[in-house]
């Protein structure tokens, strides 16, 4: 086996020149026209470094960028474009190298491992049966990209996710599944002081409905059901006519996951005459750990002492794992800070990152036979568009 110490030099200022041209074109979720210019961007930067043609393949979540090295599929690099960070973010904190850190919106989320990747990539000589897609919705869950995600993974047959790294630099081999459920409460309005009791106090049926749903975590098999944002009432001497409460659920099985949908689903107003309305789900299902344990192996004979690590985000790479195809995720850029005004990137884990991903894709061109999946038109390119 080919050691990752034997890969070509990668080139770091290079890198460090393509990750500020991807962060300088801000890419917020929903933000259709500022997505499509980044897409354009992705595409260009994947284009000027592996040649081809990178397609910008448009959908109702904003246009995502595939490209494919040609041959039979055997591998998917699967990354996304879109950041959480409002526009006008680059103004306040606009990229900067200092201390050996690149900073900036959508450094370590998860600009900095498309880089990587691309640029690993590039170091192959034979780039046969290598598919990349980057996706425009991820961080608001995958709705428009899922199908898209599923049908190229099961093609090719591998998947490495190029996600941030955990901490230390480990990558991630597990993953909770995740959702968001919105409980909806319709009570009636009255005057606080004069008629309280005519009234149906949708805050306070809301206040039983947080208990119950808070209840219902079991953390000692990793479930975690988190009421997040609630809001509720319009005046301080009126009683309430509506109450909404958002809760974030995580759990580690399939089992638990049917389990946390079905409770929801039974969920009953303690006041007379309160409705309940439940809306959501657990849109990302687990990613077992046993979806890496092959990939995991060969990257930790490619860099020993690499470590893997399960943890409670979710990426696309939930939805792959759930197919049964071998996932390996967290492959990105070693840093932190993800999501917030600090984030960074550890510049001198750059070439090792994409050292790694080009040491895994050798492996699998090599070993992997061919998924025999392709596109309903027979060929290996994804449709037009998926909404």
Request: glycine share 12%; aromatic share 2%; hydrophobic share 40%.
């Amino acid at each position: 086996m080919t050691s990752m110490r034997q890969a070509v030099d990668v080139n770091v200022d290079a890198m460090i020149d393509d990750l500020r041209t991807l962060v300088q074109v801000e890419s917020p979720s929903r933000q259709l026209d500022a997505l499509r210019k980044s897409a354009e961007t992705v595409a260009e930067v994947i284009e000027g470094r592996l040649g081809g043609h990178a397609a910008v393949v448009d959908s109702d979540g904003g246009p995502h960028v595939h490209w494919s090295g040609g041959g039979a599929p055997r591998v998917l690099i699967l990354g996304h474009h879109d950041t959480v960070f409002p526009l006008g973010t680059l103004e306040l904190r606009p990229f900067r190298v200092e201390d050996g850190r690149a900073y900036g919106p959508g450094v370590f989320d998860m600009l900095g491992g498309l880089v990587q990747a691309v640029h690993g990539l590039a170091t192959l000589t034979d780039r046969s049966g290598v598919e990349i897609l980057v996706t425009a919705d991820e961080e608001v869950g995958s709705h428009f990209s899922r199908a898209l995600i599923e049908e190229r993974a099961l093609a090719c047959g591998a998947v490495l996710v190029v996600e941030g790294a955990a901490d230390g630099g480990a990558v991630k081999t597990g993953r909770k599944g995740c959702g968001t459920f919105e409980v909806s409460v319709a009570g009636r309005a009255s005057h606080a002081g004069l008629e309280p009791a005519a009234g149906v106090n949708a805050l306070v049926e809301a206040a039983h409905q947080v208990l119950a749903v808070a209840a219902l975590a079991r953390p000692e098999i990793g479930t975690t059901v988190t009421p997040t944002v609630a809001s509720a009432g319009t005046l301080d001497n009126v009683v309430p006519a509506e109450a909404t409460v958002v809760v974030d659920v995580r759990v580690e099985s399939a089992d638990e996951k049917e389990r946390i949908e079905s409770a929801f689903a039974a969920l009953s107003p303690r006041l007379d005459e309160a409705v309940i309305t439940v809306r959501g789900g657990v849109g990302r299902p687990p990613m077992p750990e046993s979806a890496a344990a092959e990939l995991f192996a060969v990257a930790r004979r490619l860099l020993p002492g690499l470590e893997g690590r399960a943890v409670g985000g979710g990426s696309d790479g939930n939805f792959t794992a759930a197919l049964g195809v071998p996932t390996l995720d967290g492959l990105g850029a070693v840093g932190g800070g993800a999501h917030a005004d600090h984030e960074y990137l550890l510049v001198g884990s750059m070439a090792e990152r994409a050292n790694l991903v080009a040491g895994l894709v050798n492996v699998i061109q090599d070993s992997r036979p061919q998924a025999g999946q392709t596109s309903s038109d027979g060929t290996n390119k994804p449709p037009k568009s998926h909404t």
